[in-house]
């Protein structure tokens, strides 16, 4: 699991600074203890500069991340958010917090969102469009822009697993109008939780940064106790030890997407020797993060058949087979928004049950024994045998 593999002294180092000039854990004020220390700031200004953008917003974890960016573009009840069926349940979670109605749409071979079916699903109540770069693979995130321009609504990158990602050297996130990360214990780099924004529009930035704090402004001009303020808003901060990992782990970030993009190599090539399996379509001019690798297989039973030979060999998979009711929306009956205004959603998302039913998805590491890939390819051929 990523950046949780490569944690070490670095990130003992950072936390230590903290606590031998002033303890302050905080993300702001009492600067008369903290010695100039700010965790939180620095981790983002620097992923700002790594991203190539000028405003960056740490936060408690990805779904705060997402909610802070449906609240700082004013998406409300009444709006429709457009995402799609192939997900983590907090990309529709947040949209259903903000009291706003999900609609769902279809994925195709890439495991990301249909572009076609995204037109067909657009109507005068859509505010915005929530794509997820899933797994590690960019979504078609060109083609879905021009959609969201050409009628007038709002782009949300869910780039939870795309982080350090990028399409024509574009990082992921910077391409809508928001671009979300999380930096849970599973991600490219982690910070136990935690989340981070992108924005492409200062005010924008302004507000989520006022929202996510109560509706604090942290105007220089006036003491904290005294801040001004414009609007409400919720606790969505980030601490001071969260943001002290994030520093020595964005260091890392490049080691351990190369290091994942190796041994996703090492293991396709391995498996392109088999006739029998097919792979996941990645958009032309992609830099994956190589989360996981996914191929598919000719039916739902043999896919679950891959999985139990693969925990033989004394591997696994993620997701896919095993745990796709908890990133498949037709599963989520105990989310009532998703069907209240489509009961019959679970028949049309039938297009992305039939390629999600067939998909094997297998971990990308950074570590990787040498035999590893040899082990998934006997696994794949004793499930076909």
């Known amino acids: ?64 991340a997402l909610r802070v960016a449906l609240a700082a573009l004013d998406i409300s009840e009444g709006d429709e958010v457009i995402t799609q069926s192939f997900t983590f349940v907090a990309t529709v979670e947040a949209i259903v917090e903000s009291r706003a109605t999900p609609v769902i749409c279809n994925i195709n071979k ?59 050297n574009k990082k992921l996130g910077t391409f809508g109008d928001i671009g979300t990360y999380s930096f849970d214990f599973a991600k490219t ?11 492409k529009d200062k005010k924008v930035f302004e507000k989520a940064s006022a929202w996510h704090d109560h509706g604090h402004e942290n105007n220089p001009s006036v003491p904290r106790w005294a801040d001004t303020r414009q609007s409400s808003g919720f606790n969505f901060r980030m601490t001071e030890l969260q943001g002290a990992v994030g520093i020595a782990q964005l260091k890392k970030l490049s080691h351990v997407i ?55 060999q004394g591997l696994g998979t993620k997701i896919l087979p095993e745990a796709y009711t908890w990133h498949f929306a037709a599963t989520w009956t105990h989310i009532k928004e998703i069907f209240e205004e489509n009961p019959k959603l679970v028949d049309d998302l039938n297009p992305s049950r ?31 045998n």
């Open 189 to 199: 780099i982690t910070t136990g939780e935690g989340g981070m924004l992108v924005f």
């Open 110 to 168: 890439s495991l990301n969102m249909d572009p076609d079916n995204l037109k067909d699903l657009i109507n005068p109540r859509t505010k915005a469009v929530i794509a997820v770069h899933m797994l590690g693979v960019p979504a078609n995130i060109k083609e879905i822009k021009k959609i969201c321009d050409n009628n007038n609504i709002f782009l949300i990158e869910d780039t939870a697993w795309g982080c350090g990602g990028s399409v024509n």
């Open 354 to 384: 039939d390629i999600l039913s067939k998909a094997v998805s297998v971990p990308i590491g950074v570590n990787m024994n040498k035999n590893v890939p040899q082990y998934i390819k006997n696994a794949v051929l004793k499930t076909i």
């Open 258 to 312: 190369e290091n994942q993009r190796l041994n996703k190599f090492l293991i396709k090539n391995e498996l392109e020797k088999i006739d029998d399996i097919s792979f996941r379509d990645i958009p032309k001019g992609s830099y994956e993060t190589a989360d996981a690798l996914i191929f598919f297989l000719d039916s739902k039973e043999r896919a679950n058949n891959c999985r139990e030979e693969l925990l033989k």
């Open 1 to 64: 699991m990523p950046g949780n593999e490569v944690i070490g002294k670095e990130e003992f180092e950072e936390i230590q600074d903290i606590f031998q000039n002033g303890s302050v854990l905080f993300r702001s004020g009492f600067d008369n203890l903290r010695n100039n220390r700010y965790k939180v700031k620095k981790f983002e200004n620097d992923f700002a500069l790594l991203m190539s953008v000028e405003n960056a917003l740490a936060v408690s974890s990805g779904t705060a």
